[in-house]
């Protein structure tokens, strides 16, 4: 059996969705091979990988998972691999980015866009955030600095 080269086939991938996009009965033809090529790969990839597959450094993928923008799954063996689909997601919205134009701060860009169009992730964002945001909305906050009763002696 032929060993399946995951950055081509997920570039394949990539390509086969900026067309199906154009609608009609080209979406329609392109969705089973898509869905066939999806299926070649494994549910996760490698951080290089992915890295690669979006057209950034593992660095910055590191960042992006260490602000919890990408997510990831240990592996058996303990490493961290991200789902496919959302490789496959980031690239394209960052290929997206790119066509436009947009090099530097791609990932405020794709936050940005993420708030705005992708129900999942507003979803999840009020999960974690809405309450803080409420609190702060509301002042509610409590200060964290030191007030001035604390002093060398405390």
Not at 97 to 109: H, P, Q, S
Request: aromatic letters at 4%; a positive charge; proline letters at 6%.
């Amino acid at each position: 059996m032929a060993r399946i080269n995951t950055t081509r086939t997920a570039e394949r991938i990539l390509a086969l969705r900026r067309t199906a996009r154009r609608g009609g009965s080209v979406r329609d033809e392109l969705e089973p091979i898509i869905e066939g090529l999806r299926g070649d790969l494994d549910d996760t990839m490698s951080k290089s990988q992915t890295a690669k597959v979006i057209g950034i450094s593992v660095p910055t993928l590191d960042k992006w998972i260490e602000q919890r923008i990408v997510p990831v799954r240990l592996a058996a063996s303990g490493l961290p691999r991200v789902p496919r689909d959302t490789a496959l997601d980031l690239a394209e919205r960052v290929g997206d980015l790119r066509e436009r134009g947009r090099e530097r701060n791609l990932i405020v860009a794709l936050v940005d866009q993420l708030q705005r169009d992708d129900p999942a992730y507003q979803r999840e964002f009020k999960k974690l955030y809405g309450p803080g945001l409420r609190s702060i909305a509301k002042g509610r906050l409590v200060s964290a600095a030191p007030t001035d009763a604390f002093g060398p002696g405390d």
